[in-house]
């Protein structure tokens, strides 16, 4: 019966219907960035593919490939660019400038357009940043491009508020740019203070409206405004950085014009219109994540709801009201809407943050200076003490009291205490000694060749510091070929000698003038001698005897 039903169902065609996909509806929220631990690190938007590269003899047929990879000065303030100088750069070397005549100390950070380093100058041996382009110049248009950031440098003028532009310079197809270094970037800061003081958030308010309005008085924007491109100075102040996406208003055609993080990107640029409204929102929405510790979306439903008006307060509710005024007007959906630099910082609550700021820098400036000062006198007594201690250390150093030694005997200043290594005999034959040095040596007849080599001594052998350690008693060597022209004797010479030359002193050469004769290397037994002279004695008892004498 069921295999019946099943036939039939195939017969018939028929088959269950699909469930159909139903959709949630996700709920997003808002969150900060402190409940999550730490912040990771974003990396920028990824570069372009490169399809096609023309030669380098197409891209600069003007110019040879010697003379691009020499440095070569970039300024738009002389007709041509100059070789760079310096006392540290070897032209004939295989490395670049940047490596020659600066130091790396740390890699600050990167881009999708390049990396940033902390570097050592050796010519003055201060601390500046260095930007280095990531990609070479793939053609004029894109080398013009680069190198646009280093005209909005020099047609800015130097503010307080604006990091300080040195130099730049191209060598090997890249870019660099030399830049005053700050303390660290306003993305560090809000990593490592999650909690900013609202005073601290006016402070940093006031100064990127000042930095930015600079810009705009010069009719450039900057269009890439992120805590990533401001910086901390040493004294507390904001400084805006990296004119890398700068524009210039004056021009009619802005379509080379980028936009810059999309986290802090002005709803309306979207649409290709750009303005100084758009520095403006970049500026608020800034504030806002500073203030409210918030995680800034990339996209979706939460990015939109921010480009909106809609705010989270439940997350700003922390924050004073003149605040939240002010940010709501620099978020307006509507960008004409927005209020210029110019109209905030006529504020009243501005300009009391202006004075209450000027106060504070001086404040700080004085402060690093005697901090400075106090490290400088620091340093100085410490070089002082160390001099000091170190002169005082010798006289010191002779007043420690000496480990305590065995008295030495005295002995007379007659001693000959000179020693060379053809004489083998403890002491000269003036005091007693069993030997004196053979070229003294000189005898009339038999009697007087036994009288010396068989009279012993009167008092002990002393060793002294000027004479090697010879009292010890003879022994017999070994009936082997000697390696040295002189008998092996590890105290005193031996009593007799097998034998004599001509002229009457002692033969103690090893080799034999008869070849017939055997070479006779005994010695003969000393006579009885005074043990009490020769053997070792304590120094200690000889002082007690000579006490109770």
């Not at 053809?422 to 000694?433: K, L, R, Y």
Request: glycine share 4%.
């Amino acid at each position: 019966m069921q295999s019946d039903f099943e036939s039939s169902l195939r017969e018939n065609g028929f088959r269950s219907p699909r469930p159909l996909p139903k959709f949630l509806q996700e709920q997003v929220t808002f969150s900060q960035k402190k409940h999550r631990g730490t912040t990771p690190r974003r990396t920028g938007p990824p570069r372009p593919p490169l399809k096609s590269v023309p030669p380098v003899s197409r891209l600069f047929p003007n110019k040879t490939r010697e003379e691009e990879s020499r440095p070569r000065a970039v300024s738009f303030r002389q007709s041509e660019p100059s070789v760079l100088q310096s006392p540290h750069y070897n032209e004939k070397s295989t490395e670049s400038f940047f490596n020659q005549c600066f130091e790396v100390v740390q890699k600050l950070g990167e881009g999708s357009f390049g990396e940033v380093y902390k570097v050592k100058c050796k010519e003055d041996g201060k601390l500046y940043a260095v930007k280095r382009s990531r990609e070479r110049f793939k053609g004029e248009a894109d080398k013009k491009r680069k190198l646009e950031e280093v005209h909005q440098h020099e047609t800015l003028s130097r503010h307080p508020n604006c990091v300080e532009f040195l130099k730049a310079w191209a060598e090997k197809g890249h870019l660099y740019i030399q830049t005053e270094l700050c303390q660290m970037s306003l993305e560090e800061y809000s990593e490592s203070h999650h909690d900013i003081s609202e005073s601290t958030v006016w402070s940093f308010l006031l100064d990127l409206m000042k930095g930015v309005k600079h810009l705009h008085d010069h009719d450039l924007l900057h269009l890439d405004i992120k805590p990533e491109n401001i910086f901390v100075s040493m004294y507390g102040a904001c400084k805006l950085g990296d004119f890398g996406l700068t524009v210039q208003l004056g021009k009619n055609d802005l379509t080379d014009a980028q936009e810059g993080d999309p986290r802090y990107l002005a709803p309306e640029l979207l649409q290709g219109k750009f303005g100084k409204h758009a520095d403006v929102f970049s500026i608020g929405i800034t504030i806002l994540e500073l203030a409210c510790d918030l995680d800034l979306p990339q996209n979706g439903q939460l990015w939109h709801q921010l480009r909106n008006g809609d705010i989270p307060w439940d997350i700003t509710k922390g924050i004073s009201r003149s605040l939240k005024d002010i940010i709501i007007s620099m978020m307006d959906p509507d960008y004409q809407r927005r209020p210029s630099l110019e109209d905030l910082l006529h504020l009243p609550v501005m300009r009391s943050v202006d004075r209450r700021n000027r106060v504070m820098l001086t404040f700080r400036k004085v402060w690093v200076s005697i901090l400075a000062f106090l490290s400088m006198l620091i340093g100085i007594l410490a070089m002082f003490v160390q001099i000091v201690t170190h002169t005082l250390r010798l006289p010191v150093m002779h007043m420690v009291k000496s480990p305590t030694t065995i008295p030495k005997a005295q002995r007379p200043s007659h001693w000959d205490l000179s020693y060379s290594e053809d004489e083998c005999f403890d002491t000269d034959v003036s005091h007693g000694s069993y030997g004196q040095p053979l070229s003294n040596l000189s005898f009339s007849s038999d009697e007087e060749k036994s009288k010396v080599f068989t009279e012993p001594a009167s008092y002990p052998v002393i060793s002294t510091s000027g004479t090697p350690l010879l009292n010890r008693s003879c022994r017999r060597t070994p009936l082997h070929q000697p390696r040295s022209s002189s008998p092996i004797c590890h105290g005193r010479l031996n009593n007799s000698f097998d034998r004599w030359t001509p002229n009457g002193s002692p033969n103690i050469s090893a080799v034999h003038d008869d070849p017939a004769t055997p070479l006779n290397l005994s010695f003969d037994e000393p006579k009885a001698l005074n043990k009490s002279a020769l053997e070792p004695k304590n120094l200690m008892q000889i002082f007690e005897d000579t006490d109770d004498n």
